[in-house]
């Protein structure tokens, strides 16, 4: 008889003693062309993270060049007084680097990833940059294009187009948040060097600029560093640009973007609410998890898992500018696709979810899953120096104190469920709400109409 072979196991690993975790704390201080710098050692984030926040916002674009922010944006990266675009692009990737751009209404952003034993060459080139950007015609012609083949691209979208019609519905049409952040077909072309110079020179310059570095800077002499790179920019002294209140109509009504024969209708309801400056927020951001954050959420429960009509709706909150005397604000929103024929039931279920959430409340389950989910996670969430640098950078656009991220989460966990309700229910309140619906107008108008839930306006899609 064949005696049996035998395995030996490895010994199961044991779980270490959980250590206390919060956001890390940034080191705030200013070169001597008035450049403000946050700087957060994280050990063992090889790769180091900065992001560049520009006062150049969207609000201060010229009339009818709407756009003009993104393309400078994208032409910092497009050769300076030292290189060519071709060979600026060619010495980042020598060093491994990698930089994005990007424009929203709090100014512009520029993120750079590097190693950090390549991170002296990469904030050189930053710096140039940022001190002397080439905006070459033929290179400002070329990003003109791309982005005028962009924007048929994005209007083909419904997510997209959704967004776009609720920026319109909500805001007054002088406001620049009633149009598209990267400008529309007319303003885009209109775009020259010229007007990418004389906006970079009105608004770029260091003192109302802000550098946030993060990663293992160990062995790093930052502050010899950034005084040969971007200390070296210079500029005429500046103040930030006031803050435009925030003014939108929030009337419950519904517009369909009409696409005939569309099989998925897109969904966008939403309204404007407070920013992070409001004391509310951190309950806010809790209801509104529970009412459509996840797969197990109240919305997904109902519209997904019940009725079958979706892959999948969500609500949230989105700061759109921010300011410290209450002036900002944020979107509030649930989005989601359901398919045409559904469209109706579908909004009706919404709104009983709306409507039963007011008269019952969340449930002390609901609460505790949240607070697992957002507050639980945010040791995994902010493993690499990109998501702490980001978190830091969406503080300082929206003036809120260095230990903002770290306090939210203390709220959020002390966030009762009363308070919770309270919050999104004030977000959400069902005859407040904008409705934007992508879809086939001769199919889904008459029986949304039938719900009530506002005057229906049908717009033909570009």
């Not at 395995?7 to 200013?30: C, I, S």
């Not at 390549?118 to 940059?129: F, N, S, V």
């Not at 400002?140 to 959704?162: C, G, K, Q, Y």
């Not at 950078?393 to 260095?402: K, N, S």
């Amino acid at each position: 008889m064949t005696e049996l072979a035998t395995m030996d196991f490895h010994p199961q690993p044991q779980a270490g003693e959980a250590r206390p975790w919060a956001f890390p704390a940034p080191t705030r201080g200013t070169l001597d062309n008035g450049l403000t710098v946050l700087r957060c050692h994280r050990p063992g984030q090889q790769v180091v993270a900065v992001e560049m926040l520009l006062g150049a916002p969207l609000d201060a674009e010229p009339a009818d060049l709407d756009g003009v922010a993104t393309i400078m944006a994208r032409a910092f990266s497009e050769g300076t007084d030292k290189h060519s675009a071709e060979e600026f692009a060619a010495e980042l990737e020598r060093c491994g680097a990698t930089l994005d751009s990007h424009a929203d209404h709090p100014g512009v952003r520029l993120s750079l990833e590097v190693p950090v034993s390549r991170l002296p060459k990469a904030l050189g080139l930053l710096a140039d940059a940022l001190r002397a950007p080439a905006f070459a015609d033929s290179e400002v012609e070329r990003l003109v294009r791309n982005r005028l083949d962009e924007i048929p691209h994005e209007l083909a979208n419904p997510a997209r187009r959704a967004a776009k019609e609720l920026s319109k519905e909500l805001f007054p049409a002088t406001s620049r948040m009633s149009r598209p952040r990267q400008g529309t077909e007319e303003t885009v072309a209109k775009i020259d060097s010229a007007a990418v110079r004389s906006f970079y020179e009105r608004y770029v310059r260091p003192s109302t600029a802000t550098a946030v570095v993060v990663g293992d800077l160990t062995g790093v002499d930052l502050d010899a560093l950034l005084g040969d790179t971007l200390g070296a920019w210079t500029g005429s002294p500046g103040q930030p640009r006031p803050v435009p209140a925030v003014t939108a109509d929030d009337t419950g009504r519904v517009v369909i973007v009409d696409r005939p024969g569309a099989v998925q209708t897109q969904l966008l309801i939403g309204r404007v609410g407070p920013d992070r400056h409001d004391r509310v927020w951190p309950a806010q951001v809790l209801g509104t998890y529970c009412l459509g954050g996840t797969l197990t959420s109240r919305l997904d429960r109902v519209l997904r898992e019940e009725k079958g009509y979706t892959y999948g709706v969500r609500s949230f909150g989105q700061v759109l500018r921010s300011a410290p005397d209450g002036s900002g604000a944020s979107m509030l929103a649930i989005s989601g696709s359901v398919d045409t024929p559904n469209t109706g039931p579908a909004l009706e279920d919404l709104w009983t979810v709306l409507r039963t959430l007011a008269a019952e409340g969340l449930t002390d389950a609901e609460r505790d899953v949240a607070v697992q989910n957002l507050v639980g996670v945010a040791p995994l969430k902010y493993e690499t120096a990109a998501a702490v640098a980001g978190t830091l950078a969406d503080q300082v656009e929206q003036h809120l104190p260095d230990d903002y991220q770290a306090t939210l989460y203390q709220q959020l966990a002390a966030t009762g469920t009363v308070e919770a309700t309270a919050a999104v229910v004030s977000a959400f309140p069902v005859d407040r709400l904008v409705t934007v619906l992508v879809g086939d107008a001769g199919q889904i108008k008459e029986p949304v109409e039938a719900l009530g839930i506002g005057e229906v306006t049908v717009v033909t899609a570009e």
